[in-house]
């Protein structure tokens, strides 16, 4: 299929913002064409100047680590501004459906709702993986996208790669997998699956591995049409300079990142084992992220004793298939000692 079939009539003809440095090629000394402060700024850098609207020297950086091509690389103010602007690009309002898979990660729902997108839920299995069958039953002429999260957010898992593929390969949209977690997961990353699939989507972030929540630096992979058209409604600088400056620096630091990343694996592992000799503790999921999904007994009572202990874990017994379950992200060696002592006195 042709993915650019895809999108909305509207943006077909979109004419998109173009400023005066998307049209100049070359070098020049005098910019007097973006109505900046000529003068300079008070801060050390020159950030007078608006940032380059397609991020190219970052985007160079990362595909040297993560090996995609610059024009199969899309940069998001966080991984929301890449699902909402999916959801803008691909989703007529008021007559498209996506796909989305309980439990998961929140943001899908609350975009496709701010877009006026339809949205059809298809429950995870009681083992948290995908219900192929179900799926299909749930595809109509107007699903358009169905997002996948793997690791999963809440859960924690891997979803079963062989039934990610089958989805790619037998639905006609555009299929989202979101990778957030894929740092700290043994399952292999679907980046090097781009070439294959070409109604495939993956998002990945600063905000986890890499700790760089505060910058709101989203990754989103895909074949070149789908990242030209998000190119092409995404607002013309999406990424600040600061944000860009930042992340270009914190590349040049890969290993202590991969330092960072197997000592949240070593603690993964060490605070399951300690949480599941818990008398409270009913089950501790298998994880492949920085968290854990643990279920508990009267899981919204603990939680508000942690709270009162200074504490904060997420409660999710609200959620579907997460009945009586606390989320909690690793912290440091000390902040999990102190959880567990917290714990072990409650109980």
């Not at 990343?261 to 994880?287: C, F, H, M, W």
């Not at 997460?322 to 109980?347: A, F, H, K, P």
């Amino acid at each position: 299929m042709d993915v650019r079939d895809l999108q909305r009539e509207n943006i077909k003809t979109l004419r998109p913002y173009s400023t005066a440095r998307d049209e100049f090629k070359g070098q020049a000394s005098v910019y007097l064409d973006a109505n900046e402060n000529s003068f300079g700024s008070p801060l050390p850098a020159n950030y007078n100047r608006y940032p380059d609207p397609l991020q190219l020297d970052l985007k160079e950086a990362i595909s040297k680590i993560k090996g995609v091509p610059i024009e199969n690389t899309f940069l998001g103010n966080g991984s929301d501004e890449a699902i909402d602007l999916l959801f803008r690009a691909f989703c007529n309002p008021g007559k498209d459906n996506v796909i989305i898979l309980p439990p998961t990660y929140g943001m899908y729902e609350v975009s496709a709702n701010i877009n006026d997108v339809a949205i059809k839920k298809v429950n995870l299995l009681p083992n948290f993986q995908l219900d192929l069958e179900k799926i299909a039953e749930a595809i109509d002429s107007n699903t358009k996208i169905i997002f996948i999260c793997s690791p999963n957010n809440p859960t924690g898992n891997s979803l079963n790669r062989s039934d990610i593929e089958t989805i790619l390969a037998n639905f006609n949209g555009l299929v989202v997998i979101d990778e957030a977690y894929i740092n700290f997961a043994r399952q292999k990353t679907f980046i090097q699956e781009l070439t294959e699939y070409a109604n495939l989507v993956v998002l990945q972030t600063f905000s986890k591995a890499w700790g760089l929540a505060a910058l709101r630096l989203g990754m989103a992979f895909s074949s070149t049409p789908i990242i030209d058209i998000l190119n092409k409604v995404k607002p013309p600088y999406n990424i600040n300079q600061a944000t860009q400056d930042l992340a270009f620096a914190a590349l040049q630091n890969i290993q202590q990142v991969n330092d960072w990343i197997k000592l949240t694996v070593s603690e993964r592992d060490r605070l399951s084992n300690a949480l599941g000799r818990l008398p409270k503790v009913k089950q501790v999921y298998p994880s492949d992220a920085n968290f854990i999904l643990v279920a508990i007994e009267n899981a919204h009572e603990v939680y508000n004793q942690l709270v009162d202990e200074g504490i904060i874990v997420r409660d999710r017994s609200k959620v579907t298939l997460c009945e009586d379950c606390l989320r909690i992200t690793i912290g440091t060696v000390e902040e999990n000692n102190l959880l567990l002592n917290t714990l072990d006195q409650l109980s």
